[in-house]
């Protein structure tokens, strides 16, 4: 392990803080455009950050240290899992810590954090978020789980490091059955877990359709800028880990030099750029679920990711 190795996990750190805001600009610009729209620009994000920063501090009355800590626990754990897991390249100073298991954990704390928040408040509309919101982990967090899992059997390990390097090694993997099941689940549940449609719309304040918007009602000024800027690295976050976990060709490999930390840098954010696009892109054809059909939208990407592992499991013993 180099030097190359920490500028690459900083690279990694530094690329998903700042370019978390013009992600979520990028996917509002082309839905905007789509829909025959100028839209506010790919930076509007970072203006809305800026002036949310410079407004006051308001705390509601009744609320305990559960409403004040849950941002900087929500943008913590997520800072955590963007250090830990492979973007920019493998050979990582943290990659040997970075598990399945452990991963997902610390998604699943983060969206405790903030639901916990919005039944802190003692709102029926920050009960109401956090329970549909409660509900939907529940099944987004084990779909996950299977997903990446179905991926872990060929490569004999639940490290991601591991398993993207093994998909560098065997490029037919990415194509094979496993894979393509469990790219499905996944990209369903990334849907459900950053609140996109059709399962929340994430442009709405109709409180009858709200699931994440409902819980952050009450936050304003530098704690609501906190929610929303770990908001969207959640959500840049998640579209990397597709993209490498399935694509992970341009990703630096262990020990690597400063050309290849560049490129890896570049792969990344293009890779990004292409699959928010994308999201945004298929947001304009599609209307939001009914708040009943989306346990089954998520059941059925359950189903198919336990497929994913039943089918890999049949391959690694044929």
């Known amino acids: ?52 920063l410079r407004k006051q501090q308001i705390t509601p009355h009744g609320t305990t240290a559960i409403f004040t800590a849950a941002p900087a626990f929500l943008a913590g754990t997520t800072l955590l899992i963007i250090a830990v897991v492979p973007l920019v390249a493998t050979g990582s100073p943290l990659d040997p810590v970075a598990d399945l298991f452990a991963i997902v954990g610390l998604l699943f704390l983060g969206t405790v954090a903030l639901t916990l928040a919005g039944i802190d408040t003692g709102t029926s509309f920050g009960g109401m978020g956090a329970s549909r919101e409660i509900t939907i982990a529940a099944l987004v967090e084990p779909t996950i789980l299977l997903a990446v899992f179905a991926l872990s059997i060929p490569a004999g390990s639940s490290n991601l490091g591991a398993i993207v390097t093994h998909t560098i090694d065997n490029p037919a993997n990415a194509v094979s059955l496993p894979a393509v099941l469990a790219f499905v689940a996944l990209v369903v549940v990334i849907v459900a877990e950053t609140g996109r449609l059709p399962v929340d719309n994430p442009a709405t304040h109709l409180e009858v359709t709200m699931l994440h918007e409902a819980m952050v009602l009450e936050y304003a000024g530098p704690r609501l800028a906190v929610v929303e800027w770990a908001s969207g690295m959640r959500l840049t976050l998640l579209l990397a880990l597709l993209a490498n976990l399935f694509l992970p060709w341009g990703i630096a490999g262990g020990d690597p030099g400063a050309l290849e930390v560049g490129v890896g840098i570049l792969a990344i954010g293009a890779k990004v750029a292409v699959l928010a696009a994308l999201l945004a892109g298929a947001e304009v054809f599609l209307a939001k679920l009914r708040l009943f059909r989306v346990p089954e939208l998520l059941a059925g990407s359950f189903l198919l990711a336990l497929l994913a592992v039943t089918v890999a499991n049949f391959f690694s013993q044929a």
């Open 1 to 52: 392990m180099n030097a190359m190795s920490y500028l690459a996990g900083a690279a990694q750190i530094a690329g998903v803080a700042l370019g978390a805001p013009v992600v979520i600009g990028l996917t509002r610009q082309v839905r905007a455009r789509l829909e025959g729209r100028v839209g506010a620009g790919v930076g509007q994000p970072w203006r809305d950050l800026r002036k949310q």
